[in-house]
């Protein structure tokens, strides 16, 4: 897993998409449902599990990114943080295709959850005119391949 060294930059959602080939728009419509943007944000869950980051990655995830040499300190850092979120939609669009079923389990695999979280993100991205609004509307399945502008 890449990870770069220096501080967040605008660029950072565009050079993770590039490098774990995922969308940038989706990247960015992730972040903001997750943080609004908001880079310190940490969120205990009732679970007792902890989100952290712009991307809001979750605890469950320290084990195997230790194995990288990422840990809950590398979470905080902004650019590593969006580096580490396109390295798990990476790991999903593997898993389910390059579909919004892989964008909804992003957040979870577990149903309803997947398809709902899915959902929103559609949505966001359909509010920036990045998709037409007809596409985000009931209807559509969590399989539908994602035809958003990157």
């Given at each position: 897993?890449?990870?770069?060294?220096?501080?967040?930059?605008?660029?950072?959602?565009?050079?993770?998409?590039?490098?774990?080939?995922?969308?940038?728009?989706?990247?960015?419509?992730?972040?903001?449902?997750?943080?609004?943007?908001?880079?310190?944000?940490?969120?205990?869950?009732?679970?007792?599990?902890?989100?952290?980051?712009?991307?809001?990655?979750?605890?469950?995830?320290?084990?195997?990114?230790?194995?990288?040499?990422?840990?809950?300190?590398?979470?905080?850092?902004?650019?590593?943080?969006?580096?580490?979120?396109?390295?798990?939609?990476?790991?999903?669009?593997?898993?389910?295709?390059?579909?919004?079923?892989?964008?909804?389990?992003?957040?979870?695999?577990?149903?309803?959850?997947?398809?709902?979280?899915?959902?929103?993100?559609k949505h966001i991205v359909a509010a920036w005119g990045e998709i037409p609004p007809a596409a985000a509307v009931q209807g559509r399945t969590a399989d539908q391949k994602l035809n958003v502008k990157p």
């Amino acid at each position: 897993m890449l990870l770069p060294t220096d501080v967040a930059r605008a660029d950072c959602f565009d050079d993770a998409a590039l490098y774990h080939n995922v969308n940038p728009t989706i990247l960015r419509a992730i972040a903001w449902q997750e943080s609004h943007n908001k880079a310190d944000a940490i969120h205990v869950n009732a679970n007792g599990s902890t989100d952290y980051g712009v991307m809001q990655i979750n605890s469950v995830h320290l084990a195997e990114l230790a194995r990288y040499g990422v840990y809950r300190q590398t979470l905080l850092q902004p650019c590593q943080n969006v580096y580490i979120a396109a390295w798990h939609l990476r790991r999903m669009v593997s898993k389910y295709g390059n579909s919004w079923k892989a964008v909804g389990a992003y957040h979870s695999e577990q149903l309803p959850e997947r398809d709902a979280y899915a959902q929103r993100i559609k949505h966001i991205v359909a509010a920036w005119g990045e998709i037409p609004p007809a596409a985000a509307v009931q209807g559509r399945t969590a399989d539908q391949k994602l035809n958003v502008k990157p």
